[in-house]
């Protein structure tokens, strides 16, 4: 990444007040919502429940999913193998009108509680507004994107982020979301026809009610998921609501374009964001937050951001990886969105993903990117290039 996404992380060190939105995915016409006035977190996946049009296989799971991390690549393997993602191409599904009628659903009225050990919660940020990138966006904004998918019930939209692929320096068509922007969780199954659309509206021409072309909206074209992978607790538990498996909320796609054949996602952007595991909360001096928020007051039309500085710390479950909390006012359709910050070599590195957000939006929690997380993102770049 170059380095005004750097000083942008420098300078949001200096930021004191955080807050935390809405992070949801949505359809077309959404489901019926809880207390809209509650101000926990709730899932940023509203996919969920209408994502559920087909049984999920058996997941042949260890009785206690802690025991993930132990799992070799031959285990990542074989549970790729058993939920393969069936993505179909419609080629000009999406459209500018189909892609605008992809709509975030309202939070959903939160159902779970935090877990009980204050070493792992801290007081939730204050609100920090979120700010657009200014059109057009620079080179170095093409890594982010909108991602959009398709079920039964309606038609769903989430954010994205171009991510390196070690096995592939250079060429990478890695694209970080999260687990609910990919798969309906408990009882559902993989959503279909999803699409990436890096640097979606870059020129400006969708803003302020213009109508735009399909090339003006998606300058870099419309690239297609040909394998996904999520975090198997999304699958097993994943629901209506944040909690506990919004700890593992993050998700991997492989993408190509049938118009470009034989070029890569970052080569055809200019660029990727190298993933920083593991990284040491007291290590992460700044965070930024990038997404297309689609709930008012955004429109999905705009890249926004937030300088949310140094993350708090959420959990539900004591037993998992606290999530990264930061203050930002984004709201659905921001779900999936990649979280910045300074890395070990002071290059920007992505650290987490916008998992789930309180309605009013003030505040936003991503996953901690553990030692699953990486081994699921290493059995993403053993695949084939496309």
Avoid at 72 to 96: E, G, S, Y
Avoid at 266 to 281: C, D, I, Q
Wanted: glycine share 10%.
């Amino acid at each position: 990444m170059s380095h005004r996404i750097s000083r942008r992380l420098g300078a949001a060190a200096a930021l004191a007040a955080l807050a935390l939105t809405t992070a949801a995915c949505g359809p077309d016409d959404p489901p019926k919502t809880g207390d809209a006035a509650s101000a926990a977190p709730s899932a940023a996946a509203s996919v969920s429940a209408s994502a559920s049009a087909a049984g999920k296989p058996g997941l042949n799971l260890p009785s206690s999913l802690q025991a993930l991390k132990n799992w070799k690549p031959a285990d990542w393997a074989n549970w790729a193998k058993q939920h393969p993602l069936k993505n179909d191409i419609v080629k000009d599904l999406w459209t500018v009108d189909s892609m605008n009628k992809a709509t975030p659903a309202e939070a959903m009225k939160p159902s779970a509680k935090m877990g009980t050990d204050d070493s792992q919660n801290d007081p939730l940020p204050g609100a920090v507004q979120a700010v657009g990138e200014k059109h057009p966006y620079t080179n170095n904004m093409a890594v982010f994107g909108k991602l959009f998918m398709k079920s039964p019930q309606g038609t769903y939209v989430c954010s994205g982020t171009v991510v390196s692929d070690p096995q592939h320096p250079g060429k990478s068509n890695l694209v970080w979301t999260a687990s609910h922007c990919l798969h309906g969780g408990k009882g559902g199954d993989w959503l279909k026809n999803i699409a990436f659309i890096p640097s979606y509206n870059r020129s400006g021409a969708a803003s302020n009610g213009k109508q735009p072309t399909l090339q003006q909206v998606a300058p870099y074209g419309r690239w297609w998921a040909d394998y996904a992978l999520v975090a198997p607790q999304w699958v097993e538990e994943g629901g209506e609501t944040g909690g506990p498996v919004s700890q593992y909320d993050s998700g991997i796609i492989q993408v190509s374009n049938p118009d470009m054949p034989g070029k890569s996602l970052e080569e055809t952007v200019g660029g990727s964001v190298p993933v920083w595991f593991n990284a040491p909360r007291d290590k992460i001096t700044a965070l930024t937050a990038y997404g297309f928020p689609a709930a008012p007051p955004f429109n999905g039309q705009e890249l926004e951001y937030c300088d949310g500085g140094r993350p708090s710390r959420l959990s539900f479950d004591d037993t998992r990886p606290t999530m990264l909390t930061i203050g930002c006012t984004m709201t659905g359709g921001s779900s999936g969105g990649g979280w910045l910050a300074p890395g070990p070599d002071g290059k920007a590195a992505l650290v987490s993903n916008t998992s789930i957000g309180p309605n009013p939006s003030a505040w936003l929690a991503g996953p901690e990117l553990d030692d699953q997380a990486q081994s699921m993102f290493q059995e993403m770049t053993q695949l084939p290039q496309p």
